[in-house]
């Protein structure tokens, strides 16, 4: 599988094209003012307590509070309640965790009044960015990702990916992070991380030090309801997570942002830089490599397939609702239940492309084709768990309901991806209703009127809609003869099919276009 990233910066923001075997799968959208990023950390102000919901809400600054939940608390949230009094006040000096005695584990079922209160202090970080009329969604377990690891405070715990088998591999991975990591700091080692070598390995765990670092030196002056420390842009954090020796370009529209990027893949992965590269053409970026096209024809309500089927997309508050039509392919030879399988299918591929290309999250409901054979359903389910592999977004899907749907719950913690792809029509600009036909000819007449009379032009023509272009030169008597006659030059009528009825335009002689 070939993996292209085409990154295009506009004034406005960069929106980061994910690209496999040519076929747009994923569409990331990063605005220059997002202030709540996921893994941002806010220094945040306990507004609210609610403990029937066991779960407060905090002033982080945004428009509406977030909301923090007692099972996002995490297990030391007390040793960061602690550690964030003694750095406001002043008493303790460094910034590691090595003189800090850990407090005791919270209950895991208790309530969040013994946790919490009014008015308190407390560092949060972002879970889940803003969504619809909802705030966002914090968490006070703290962790910082890098390349390799994951840096986890306040715990002495290494966990290793599940994705990594090798008992060989998991122990020497395991046995480096012990002999580095420092005290009081748990370390969850990340899948790429198989293979890599202690100096790798090292420098990335370093650089999550200096971050953390960096956060507790702001914390004592840090303003409450503010950003004490920001994650890093969407394309380097995209780069981070995803970048393998599978990607074969990098391409990046503006030089400063390409040259942020080649710097940022110099430092986590240098045999990669060549990779990263600069777009110099004067065609827009997108409209060069086809995904400009591909964004049109794969957002909005219907969806079309190659084999003449069809999606239908729609969303509610609660859910996403997705629907298979089979279109033309009920007329195959095939039979009804092999038919059926086969759309089936080639739908699942493309809605597992489209839950991707949205970001759509939370609870997803597909309508598949009927199928009677319970041995084809099980051969579609397995099909879309397979496809739903490349997803790197946590997900559930359930076999098949007796009603042939298929229910998958997919994380959410960005607004979904939302393009669109109509556009406004040029006839009516947007309010569907036109000016009444009746007074078309007066108004092309009274045009007519002043640019011969008034602004002496010689040799016009005037282009219209093929209806009324037959209307004004047909016949003995014709209005285009009797213009002749009134105005004495003749005036060329030219139909253009493109038009919509109403439309109409004046040519000059030097064929420009006269602006009325």
């Not at 960061?80 to 800090?100: C, E, H, P, Y």
């Not at 395991?174 to 890599?196: A, D, L, W, Y």
């Not at 977004?393 to 229910?407: C, D, E, M």
């Amino acid at each position: 599988m070939v993996k292209e990233l085409i990154i295009n910066s506009t004034p406005a923001g960069v929106t980061i094209a994910l690209i496999e075997d040519k076929q747009l799968v994923e569409l990331h959208k990063e605005q220059i003012n997002n202030n709540y990023a996921v893994g941002d950390i806010y220094l945040g102000r306990i507004k609210k307590i609610m403990p029937g919901l066991n779960a407060a809400f905090v002033d982080v600054g945004y428009e509406k509070d977030a909301f923090l939940h007692y099972f996002d608390l995490g297990p030391q949230v007390q040793s960061l309640i602690k550690l964030t009094k003694i750095k406001r006040n002043g008493s303790v000096t460094g910034t590691l965790l090595d003189n800090l005695k850990l407090e005791a584990d919270i209950n895991k079922a208790g309530k969040i009044s013994d946790v919490l209160s009014k008015n308190m202090l407390i560092p949060v970080q972002i879970a889940k960015e803003p969504i619809s009329t909802k705030g966002p969604r914090l968490s006070s377990d703290l962790s910082i990702a890098g390349r390799y690891v994951v840096l986890v405070p306040f715990s002495n715990t290494i966990s290793i990916s599940k994705k990594i088998k090798s008992n060989t591999e998991r122990n020497r991975l395991k046995k480096i992070i012990e002999s580095i990591k420092p005290q009081n700091f748990g370390v969850i080692i990340r899948t790429v991380s198989e293979g890599r070598g202690v100096a790798e390995m090292q420098k990335d765990l370093l650089d999550l030090i200096a971050k953390w670092e960096n956060f507790i030196k702001k914390l004592p002056t840090a303003e409450p309801s503010k950003r004490v420390w920001g994650e890093m842009d969407r394309s380097s954090t995209l780069i981070r997570d995803i970048l393998n020796p599978d990607f074969t370009n990098v391409y990046v529209s503006t030089p400063e942002l390409y040259d942020d990027i080649r710097s940022y893949v110099h430092d986590i992965s240098p045999e990669m830089e060549k990779i990263v590269k600069l777009y110099k053409q004067k065609e827009p970026i997108y409209d060069h490599f086809g995904v400009e096209k591909q964004i049109k024809n794969a957002f909005g309500k219907t969806v079309n397939l190659p084999g003449g089927a069809y999606l239908v997309v729609e969303h509610t508050e609660a859910l996403h609702v997705i629907d298979v039509n089979s279109g033309n392919r009920t007329a195959s030879k095939e039979n009804q239940e092999d038919n059926a399988l086969q759309v089936n299918k080639e739908a699942a591929k493309e809605i597992a492309r489209q839950l991707r290309l949205r970001d759509m999250g939370g609870i997803v409901v597909i309508d598949f084709i009927d199928m009677h054979k319970p041995a084809n359903r099980k051969i579609l389910f397995d099909h879309l768990r397979e496809l739903m592999l490349l997803d790197r977004a946590k997900h559930t899907i359930l076999p098949p309901s007796k009603f042939g749907l298929v229910q998958i719950t997919r994380q959410r913690v960005r607004p979904e991806m939302n393009i669109v792809t109509v556009e406004k029509c040029p006839a009516c600009d947007g309010t569907g209703e036109i000016k009444a036909s009746i007074v078309l000819m007066d108004d092309i007449e009274n045009n007519l009127n002043y640019i011969l009379r008034e602004q002496n032009e010689k040799g016009i023509t005037l282009c219209v809609h093929p209806y009324i272009e037959a209307f004004i030169t047909k016949g003995i008597f014709s209005l285009q003869r009797r213009w002749f006659f009134k105005y004495g030059q003749w005036v060329k009528v030219k139909a253009q099919s493109s038009y919509y009825l109403t439309e109409f335009h004046f040519i000059s002689s030097k064929d420009e276009e006269i602006k009325l």
